[in-house]
């Protein structure tokens, strides 16, 4: 047997759910960044990276079958935010961590990493409140 309150009740319900479908969405259109990479895991690695005020990063393994690792980024003169460039050798100790901050000199860096050993590593690019473009590149050093 129905009574009016079981309506009522079903109705309510089906509005709320109808309501919350429309405004849990996330907002898609919020800044953002793209990493790509363009050449390796093996022999040379690179690419290049974008972004219009949004935070990320991208994870690459890389093999280097020598101790240390030739790199180069650098971003537009006219970016913001930060730039990082985390790689570690096979063992797992980083080998270099630098940064670029946008809107400041340098905006390029570049040189040979620490000592390593050889074999499976992993090169970390981390972008935050990045605006701007730019790249990086890496080759087996010695």
């Given at each position: 047997?129905?009574?009016?309150n079981?309506?009522l009740?079903?109705i ?6 109808f ?7 996330t907002?898609?259109d919020?800044p953002?960044v ?9 022999g ?8 219009d005020?949004?935070n990320?990063?991208?994870?690459i393994?890389w ?13 537009t ?6 730039f ?5 050798d096979?063992?797992g100790?980083v080998?270099?961590d630098r ?20 074999g499976s ?22």
């Amino acid at each position: 047997m129905k009574t009016p309150n079981f309506k009522l009740l079903t109705i309510l319900t089906a509005f709320t759910i109808f309501i919350g479908t429309f405004t849990s969405c996330t907002d898609d259109d919020g800044p953002t960044v793209n990493i790509t990479v363009n050449e390796g895991p093996n022999g040379d690695i690179g690419g290049d990276f974008t972004g219009d005020g949004g935070n990320g990063s991208r994870t690459i393994n890389w093999t280097n079958g020598l101790t240390t690792a030739d790199y180069n980024a650098d971003i537009t003169s006219t970016s913001s935010g930060t730039f990082q460039i985390v790689i570690s050798d096979a063992s797992g100790n980083v080998v270099l961590d630098r940064t670029i901050n946008g809107g400041t000199e340098p905006d390029t860096i570049g040189g040979v990493t620490a000592t390593g050993e050889p074999g499976s590593w992993t090169v970390t690019i981390i972008l935050e409140a990045f605006d701007g473009n730019g790249s990086y590149s890496l080759s087996a050093g010695n």
